[in-house]
T-cell receptor, first 114, second 113 residues
Framework: AQSVTQLGSHVSVSEGALVLLRCNYS??????LFWYVQYPNQGLQLLLK??????LVKGINGFEAEFKKSETSFHLTKPSAHMSDAAEYFC????????????FGTGTKLQVIP | NAGVTQTPKFRVLKTGQSMTLLCAQD?????MYWYRQDPGMGLRLIHY???????AKGEVPDGYNVSRLKKQNFLLGLESAAPSQTSVYFC????????????FGPGTRLTVL
């Protein structure tokens, strides 16, 4: 079984400030981890993912995330927020082997203040 | 490629009415999914399919049925709509394999009065 916890349903940052969105997971086997972004009135699209190999993963739009097994975390960061980053962000986990059952977190809405 | 498309984009139903949501993908993906998105609850899996002619229940299947007669299409049916089914419905598809990205459609906003 797997689960995902996203801390903070709403996060506000000033334009140019660091963005940090938190995600913790639990799984019984090594997980695959994803961050998706949803802009208003759109479907979700992939920001980045961790499968194997390097634990620091870079994605689109300057975002990156680090897989920390000891902390069971996969936090999303961006050094400098842009107004266009305002969206809802979802962390997700799936397990290796067989059918891909993905479990999504409840989402974090990012507000960027000018 | 159009990717994943969903029809309709919006729909208003009265309690007890039925409808079918259509999802189509042109990426030759094996797996397809139907999710519902409700405020504060993230995405919850309704039904999924791992191939043409096969479907399975997700975590919230009650009140919904699905069919996948063709690999590229995945239909979600509501036989007797209830206000609790007011939601935004997303279809997604992915190649087989747990490490693969899910590709989402734009969503269908359904209101049941």
């Amino acid at each position: 079984a797997q689960s995902v916890t996203q801390l903070g349903s709403h996060v506000s940052v000033s334009e140019g400030a660091l963005v940090l969105l938190r995600c913790n997971y639990s799984s019984s086997v090594p997980p695959y981890l994803f961050w998706y972004v949803q802009y208003p009135n759109q479907g979700l699209q992939l920001l980045l993912k961790y499968t194997t190999g390097a634990t620091l993963v870079k994605g689109i739009n300057g975002f990156e995330a680090e897989f920390k097994k000891s902390e069971t975390s996969f936090h999303l960061t961006k050094p400098s927020a842009h107004m266009s980053d305002a969206a809802e962000y979802f962390c997700a986990v799936s397990l290796s082997g067989g059918y891909q059952k993905v479990t999504f977190g409840t989402g974090t809405k990012l507000q960027v203040i000018p | 490629n159009a990717g994943v498309t969903q029809t309709p984009k919006f729909r208003v139903l009265k309690t007890g009415q039925s409808m079918t949501l259509l999802c189509a993908q042109d990426m030759n993906h094996e797996y397809m999914y139907w999710y519902r998105q409700d405020p504060g609850m993230g995405l919850r899996l309704i039904h999924y399919s791992v191939g043409e002619g096969t479907t399975a229940k997700g975590e919230v299947p009650d009140g919904y049925n699905v069919s996948r007669l063709k690999k590229q299409n995945f239909l979600l049916g509501l036989e007797s709509a209830a206000p609790s089914q007011t939601s935004v419905y997303f279809c997604a598809s992915t190649p087989a394999g747990a490490r693969n990205t899910q590709y989402f459609g734009p969503g269908t906003r359904l209101t049941v009065l």
